[in-house]
C-alpha cells in the first residue's frame, strides 16, 4: 500500500461521504500479496471493523462498515475508446503519409503528422486552461496572449516552406 494522496466528496449521499484513496502498488514477487488479494483483505477488514485489527486505535472508527473497500476504476475500461480512436487516428496518419510520400516524394510530408500534432497541442492547451484556471490563477489571465500566436506563428512557420 501506498499512503493516501487524496480524498473525495461523494454528495450523492446524505451525509456526503468522504471517500479514500489508496493507491495499492502491484508485485512481481510470488512471496507478496498481489493486488486482488489485498483488496479483498481490505475488504473484509473495513467489513468486519469490529473484531479486526483495523479498529484498535480509534483513527478508523467513522469508516463506514457496509461500503467496505471497493475498486474506484478501471483505467482500460475508461479510456478503451479513446485508446482505440488515437490507433485509428495514428493509423490513418500513417496512410495519409506514405500515400503523399508515394505521390510526392521530394515534398516535406511529414507536416502531415505536424499539422494535427499543432493542432492537437492547441486544444489542450486550452482545454487545460478552462479546466484549471481557477486552480491557478496565473494561468488564466495570459491565456489569450501565449495560445493563439503560437498557434499561428507554428502553422505560419511549417507552411511557409
Not at 493486488?35 to 483483505?41: A, E, R, S, T
Not at 467489513?47 to 472508527?61: A, C, D, L, M, R
Amino acid at each position: 500500500l501506498d499512503y493516501i494522496k487524496c480524498c473525495e466528496y461523494d454528495y450523492s449521499q446524505k451525509p456526503p461521504r468522504i471517500l479514500l484513496s489508496l493507491p495499492i502498488k502491484s508485485t512481481t514477487s510470488p512471496h507478496e500479496r498481489n493486488v486482488d488479494h489485498i483488496i479483498k483483505d481490505l475488504d473484509i477488514l473495513i467489513k468486519n471493523k469490529e473484531v479486526t485489527p483495523i479498529s484498535w486505535f480509534g483513527t478508523t472508527n467513522n469508516l463506514e462498515a457496509s461500503f467496505g473497500f471497493r475498486r474506484y476504476k478501471n483505467l482500460l475500461d475508461d479510456f478503451k475508446f479513446h485508446l482505440i480512436g488515437i490507433v485509428i487516428g495514428i493509423v490513418i496518419l500513417g496512410f495519409l503519409y506514405f500515400y503523399a510520400k508515394k505521390k510526392y516524394p521530394l515534398g516535406e510530408n511529414i507536416v502531415i503528422f505536424k499539422f494535427p500534432l499543432i493542432i492537437l497541442n492547441f486544444i489542450m492547451s486550452i482545454m487545460f486552461i478552462l479546466n484549471n484556471g481557477k486552480n491557478v490563477p496565473q494561468l488564466f489571465i495570459p491565456r489569450y496572449d501565449l495560445s493563439f500566436p503560437s498557434l499561428f506563428s507554428k502553422i505560419f512557420l511549417y507552411f511557409k516552406n
